[in-house]
């Protein structure tokens, strides 16, 4: 349910923007969130298959890049992080920790010098700043150990996390860009986005983690969206490419969002009654297992 929250977030940022506090929820918190949901992931896999997905989503993400228009496609920064956090994943959750703690320290150095102008590598910086990206990956990796199976722990975490969320979203309408000290503005990659899009992520997860668990079948053709996300993703950049040209925040396509979510889930329901995993779910499964042969890893908080 959260992959599929991602994926309307980040349709709604693309096809119809809204503007005020709705606007500050899809302006990079679903990006991040897609990012932590990642990491959540990779508690069932192994460095190598890490690897070998790192790499499938690079060459997505330049096959993308020619018909997404203005859209800036998210899978160069996930796949850079893929790589990095395959040292991580089989290390304790507190050197995981450690990890994303040291990553969001670089990001915001980084930003700050691209504050101050310093020429760095494209990647390091916005829109999709390569070291918050790590930091969101490791993140979830850590939420993934901690909470997947712990819903009392879940409830403990949302508790905390919502109203944080709540103020730093509230924080970003407020605050002046240009005079911001701790660099909330959304994909800045300052300390004050990471904050702000980890508490959110936390929110959406664990809120999902705490009610959805309760609903029975009555989220399932969400859920089934939610399932295949590499593929509505790739979907989304491949139709919505054309229709926005320019400028993000002229563009209104109302028809085109309702046709792609409503799409999104018909077809996702649609498949997910004859397959488990969404196609191209399935062929990076296929072909991580093929390229790096081993036992899948298991949950384990490895403290």
Not at 37 to 61: E, N, Y
Not at 91 to 120: C, E, F, M, Y
Request: hydrophobic share 60%; aromatic share 6%.
């Amino acid at each position: 349910m959260a992959r599929f929250l991602v994926l309307a977030g980040m349709v709604v940022a693309h096809l119809c923007p809204p503007v005020g506090y709705t606007g500050v929820l899809v302006d990079g918190l679903p990006s991040a969130l897609f990012a932590a949901l990642a990491g959540v992931s990779m508690v069932f896999l192994t460095p190598g298959r890490l690897v070998v997905r790192g790499a499938i989503l690079i060459a997505l993400h330049w096959a993308l890049t020619p018909i997404a228009g203005v859209i800036d496609v998210v899978l160069l920064a996930m796949g850079l992080s893929f790589l990095a956090a395959a040292v991580f994943v089989r290390r304790s959750t507190a050197t995981v920790a450690a990890g994303a703690a040291a990553a969001a320290g670089l990001s915001w150095v980084i930003a700050a010098l691209q504050d101050a102008a310093v020429p760095l590598p494209a990647v390091l910086g916005a829109p999709y700043p390569l070291f918050a990206w790590l930091c969101f990956q490791l993140a979830g990796l850590c939420a993934g150990r901690l909470l997947l199976n712990n819903p009392r722990r879940a409830a403990r975490v949302l508790a905390v996390a919502a109203p944080l969320a709540a103020a730093g979203i509230a924080a970003r309408l407020l605050v002046n860009p240009d005079t911001d000290p701790v660099g909330l503005s959304a994909h800045s990659g300052g300390l004050g986005d990471i904050a702000v899009s980890l508490a959110a992520s936390a929110t959406v997860l664990c809120a999902c983690l705490v009610a959805v668990r309760g609903t029975g079948g009555a989220l399932r053709p969400l859920a089934a969206a939610g399932a295949m996300p590499l593929t509505l993703y790739v979907a989304h950049i491949a139709t919505a490419g054309p229709l926005v040209t320019s400028d993000l925040s002229t563009y209104e396509h109302p028809v085109a969002l309702a046709a792609t979510l409503l799409g999104f889930v018909a077809f996702a329901a649609a498949w997910r009654h004859f397959f488990n995993r969404g196609p191209l779910e399935a062929a990076l499964a296929a072909t991580s297992r093929t390229l790096a042969p081993g036992p899948a890893r298991t949950q384990k908080d490895k403290d």
